[in-house]
């Protein structure tokens, strides 16, 4: 059962992209009504909540299948907002490791539990935030709720709430966080098709809604093999299993890997995106306040930010000598599918970038201080392996300046180039 939901695991994933801004993610919108706390149903005759869960859990395979098929390695693919992706995964009731293939770019590694969250971007590690891991352990909850067998072994309470049309309704909640969720269950066929519940993505606020179909026999369980996923009621991801052996994990599966050390210089291939931008003319002082301008843009438009700022340097030393000459273009990836042409408003913009071939050094330390010394460092290194430049140089940011001392500061200089 669990291979179902590693959808919710990319959710996590883009909570954790959105979270590495150096800046606060544009305003949300008012989030949608919370989910209507359990009132028990008027029907007398009507089976209880405890009937309809153990109807579920019957209809499904039964307690000890369920069990199985929480556990074990599988493939599955998906579109997360027009991205298509396949997944290698690990599956533990309390944990999920995904590693991620999206066309045209290097893989990325990311972990959810109830207690681990991180990512990978490149060599780089990204540890989620404390309050990414409240969010990403709400889900996770929820996502046990889901699997239906946790719920009658304690902490959660389940109550019935009134049907609707052929599906009965519960509400459940996990005692001991106070999470709150909505499960419902057909009634022809008593098995789990939908489910609700109030959490957090990109910085936003709302409720997700994952429908389950296309149900499949699975270690002796029967679970959907096809899960579509909205938020706040806009379309936000499909998944499809294809995949899945149940066998016993090792939790040492979900432990995150070293660290990127300082000057750590590598070729890789940087994914297409879909960037909103703001170019900067004038010295890099003023690149806070510009970032500034730009989530007040993005959020005009209903943009959020999917990924580290980027800052490409279209004219800077030491080829150009006056700071108010500086050109630098400051871009989010943002998710929405990238349009036929630029959109320009002013000195913002919307743009496709395609995927890139990039020699990459990391700094691990205040990026004011090691940028120059990375960016000689990078030209020297493309000249050794006489590497054709195509680009500008540019920069990311994977740490928040606001809670993460200098020090432990990771940014990566690029140059695209060519490949042989």
């Known amino acids: 059962m669990r291979t179902l939901f590693s959808l919710l695991a990319v ?114 590690v990204i540890n989620c935030s404390e309050d990414e891991k409240k969010a990403t352990a709400q889900i996770m909850t929820m996502n046990k709720a889901a699997l239906l067998w946790p719920l009658k072994e304690g902490q959660w309470e389940v109550a019935l709430n009134p049907p609707t049309g052929d599906l009965q309704v519960l509400g459940v909640t996990h005692t001991p966080t106070g999470g709150k969720g909505t499960l419902y269950i057909d009634k022809n066929t008593h098995l789990l098709v939908k489910s609700e519940y109030q959490g957090a993505a990109m910085g936003q606020s709302g409720t997700f809604v994952s429908e389950f179909s296309n149900h499949k026999e699975l270690c002796g369980a029967k679970v959907p093999a096809l899960i579509n996923v909205t938020f706040n009621q806009m379309p936000y991801l499909q998944e499809k299993v294809l995949e899945f052996e149940c066998k016993e994990v090792n939790e040492d599966a979900f432990a995150a890997p070293a ?66 000459k500086f050109q630098t273009d400051i871009c989010f990836p943002v998710g929405r599918p990238a349009p036929p042409s630029p959109i320009e408003k002013e000195a913002f913009s919307i743009k496709g970038v395609a995927a890139t071939d990039v020699l990459s050094i990391y700094g691990v330390g205040s990026p004011e201080t090691k940028s120059p010394e990375l960016a000689k460092k990078i030209v020297k290194e493309a000249r050794k392996r006489k590497l054709k430049v195509t680009g500008p140089m540019r920069q990311i940011s994977y740490s928040d300046p606001r809670t993460t001392p200098p020090e432990k500061q990771i940014h990566e200089v690029q140059l695209p180039i060519e490949k042989k």
């Not at 007040?296 to 959020?304: G, Q, V």
Request: with cysteine; glycine share 8%; proline share 12%.
């Open 11 to 124: 959710v996590g994933l883009l909570m954790c992209w959105a979270c590495c801004v150096t800046t606060p993610p544009p305003e949300a919108p008012a989030p949608p009504p919370p989910v209507e706390a359990a009132v028990p149903a008027e029907t007398p005759d009507a089976p209880d909540a405890a009937q309809i869960l153990d109807q579920a859990i019957a209809a499904a395979g039964g307690i000890e299948s369920l069990k199985k098929a929480s556990a074990g390695i599988g493939k599955s693919e998906g579109v997360y907002m027009g991205m298509a992706y396949t997944s290698d995964n690990v599956y533990h009731p309390d944990h999920m490791r995904m590693e991620i293939q999206m066309p045209d770019t290097d893989s990325m590694a990311m972990v959810m539990g109830l207690e681990a969250c991180w990512m990978t971007s490149g060599p780089v």
């Open 259 to 324: 660290q990127v050390q300082d000057a750590t210089v590598m070729e890789r291939r940087v994914p297409a995106a879909t960037m909103a931008c703001h170019l900067l003319e004038g010295p890099y002082d003023q690149i806070g306040m510009a970032i500034g301008k730009l989530i007040k843009f993005m959020a005009s438009e209903k943009l959020t930010p999917m990924g580290m700022p980027m800052m490409t340097y279209i004219k800077a030393p030491p080829k150009v000598k006056k700071p108010e």
